[in-house]
C-alpha cells in the first residue's frame, strides 16, 4: 500500500513552530510589561526572559509596540473575517455584532489581565497612537467588507456604519475597563444604542 507525503508539511511545521515562539515571547514580554511598567521594559530585557537574542526578538517582532497590538490587528482581521461569513440577509449591524462574540469571548476569558493590558494601551503615548491608528484601519476594514456585501446601501453607509461600530466597541471597552462587569452585555447594550439612534421607536 502506497501512500503520499503532503510536501507542504516540514514549510507548515516550521510556521507552527514560529508562532509558538513568538507566542512564548509575547508572554513574557506582556508579564514584564505588566509587572514593571510598559516604559521601563526594554526589548533587552524581554529577550533575555525569554532567553533569545534582541535580534531574534525582531525576527518576530517589529518593534516592541507590536508585541501588544499585533495581536489586537489579529483579532481585527478575525472580525472582517466572520462578517464575511454572515447571512447577506442579515442587518449590516446585527452582522457586526455577531463577529464580534468570539473575540469577545477572548478578551472577556481573563478579565482582569486583559483590563490591565487595556490599561497599558491607554497609559502609554506609544501604544495610545498605534491603538488610535489600528481602530481607523479597522473601521475602514469593515466598511470595505459592509460595502462589498450591501452595495445598494452605498459607500456613505459603509463607511458611518464602520466608523460607528468602532465607536460602539471602545465605549463599551472603556466603560467595562473602569467599570467592570459583563463585557458581553455591554458591547450588546452598545450596539442596541446605535440600533436605537438609527431606527428610533415610532409613536404609536
Do not use: C
Not at 54 to 70: G, H, I, L, Q
Not at 91 to 109: C, F, G, N, T, V
Not at 113 to 131: C, G, K, V
Request: net charge positive; no cysteine.
Amino acid at each position: 500500500m502506497s501512500s503520499t507525503v503532503n510536501p507542504n508539511l516540514p514549510h507548515q511545521g516550521r510556521q507552527a513552530r514560529s508562532r509558538a515562539a513568538r507566542a512564548a515571547v509575547r508572554e513574557h514580554a506582556l508579564r514584564l510589561f505588566l509587572r514593571d511598567g510598559y516604559s521601563s521594559t526594554t526589548v533587552e530585557m524581554i529577550a533575555d526572559t525569554a532567553g533569545i537574542s534582541r535580534r531574534t526578538f525582531f525576527r518576530y517582532f517589529p518593534s516592541k509596540e507590536d508585541v501588544v497590538v499585533m495581536q489586537a490587528e489579529d483579532l481585527s482581521a478575525r472580525v472582517v473575517e466572520l462578517v464575511r461569513e454572515r447571512d447577506l440577509g442579515e442587518a449590516p449591524l446585527a452582522s457586526i455584532l455577531a463577529a464580534l462574540q468570539p473575540i469577545i469571548a477572548e478578551y472577556a476569558r481573563d478579565p482582569v489581565r486583559t483590563r490591565a493590558l487595556l490599561r497599558l494601551t491607554f497609559e502609554a503615548p506609544e501604544l495610545r497612537a498605534r491603538s488610535k491608528d489600528l481602530q481607523d484601519a479597522w473601521s475602514r476594514a469593515l466598511a470595505a467588507e459592509v460595502a462589498a456585501r450591501h452595495p445598494a446601501r452605498g459607500p456613505l453607509f459603509a463607511d458611518v456604519l464602520g466608523a460607528v461600530a468602532q465607536g460602539a466597541l471602545q465605549v463599551a471597552l472603556s466603560t467595562w475597563l473602569v467599570h467592570g462587569g459583563d463585557l458581553h452585555k455591554l458591547v450588546a447594550d452598545a450596539f442596541g444604542q446605535v440600533a436605537r439612534i438609527a431606527e428610533p421607536d415610532r409613536p404609536a
